[in-house]
């Protein structure tokens, strides 16, 4: 069992840079493909970044080039770095770990991008 906690959620104005982290335990993390997703409607959320266990990374279109995502295995830590932020990025930002069979989620971060 993977018990994953999101922090770094805030109210920022439009252009303006947030850091949200992920801090995992249980489980063996270096093995997890990790990743941030955003619900966009009441029950579906979006796929932000993603980042595997050899470091590949994948984005998002709408978020390439401003957002960038990161992992410390020795610390258990994921991260989103999100920069030039635009109100359409205001959503809760959840943390996912994925292994074979497995799925988890974190409870979620609320960041909100309006002026």
């Known amino acids: 069992q993977v018990h994953l906690v999101e922090s770094g959620g805030d109210l920022v104005q439009p252009g303006g840079s947030l850091r949200l982290s992920c801090a995992a335990s249980?489980?063996?993390?270096?093995?997890?493909?990790m990743g941030w997703y955003r619900r966009v409607l009441r029950d579906q959320r979006e796929l932000v970044a993603r980042?595997?266990?050899?470091?590949?990374?994948n984005y998002a279109d709408s978020v390439k080039g401003r957002f960038t995502i990161s992992r410390d295995n020795a610390k258990n830590m994921v991260y989103l770095q999100m920069n030039s932020l635009k109100p359409e990025d205001t959503a809760v930002y959840y943390c996912n770990a994925r292994s074979v069979g497995n799925i988890y989620w974190g409870q979620g971060t609320q960041v909100t991008v309006s002026s």
């Open positions: 249980g489980g063996t993390f270096s093995i997890y493909r």
């Open positions: 980042i595997s266990s050899d470091g590949t990374t």
